[in-house]
Nanobody, 115 residues
């Protein structure tokens, strides 16, 4: 299992930006996939963005063009750059990793976008 620690959440006005970070306890170079999910109050957790081995990226339609997932292998860290934030982006954001078929989650970081 991989331990994941998120940071970078906070309160931001609509139209603003935030960058989330997810630090992994092991080298992310060999991790099959790393991604970001979010869960808003009363809603199911949903995929936001994922980066697969080979740096293939996928985004949900709701964030495409506004959010960017990236990685720094030297720092064992995955980032989520969030631009043009909207109130509907308000949620707890969770980092996810799949390594050797075992799924790991971080504790989550709160993002609040005010209108």
């Amino acid at each position: 299992q991989v331990q994941l620690v998120e940071s970078g959440g906070g309160l931001v006005q609509a139209g603003g930006s935030l960058r989330l970070s997810c630090a992994a306890s092991r080298s992310i170079f060999s991790i099959n996939s790393m991604g970001w999910y979010r869960q808003a109050p009363g809603k199911q957790r949903e995929l936001v963005a994922v980066m697969l081995s080979g740096s293939v990226t996928k985004y949900s339609d709701s964030v495409k063009g506004r959010f960017t997932i990236s990685r720094d292998n030297a720092k064992n860290t995955v980032y989520l750059q969030m631009n043009s934030l909207k109130p509907e982006d308000t949620a707890v954001y969770y980092c996810n990793a799949v390594y050797l078929d075992v799924q790991s989650w971080g504790q989550g970081t709160q993002v609040i976008v005010s209108s």
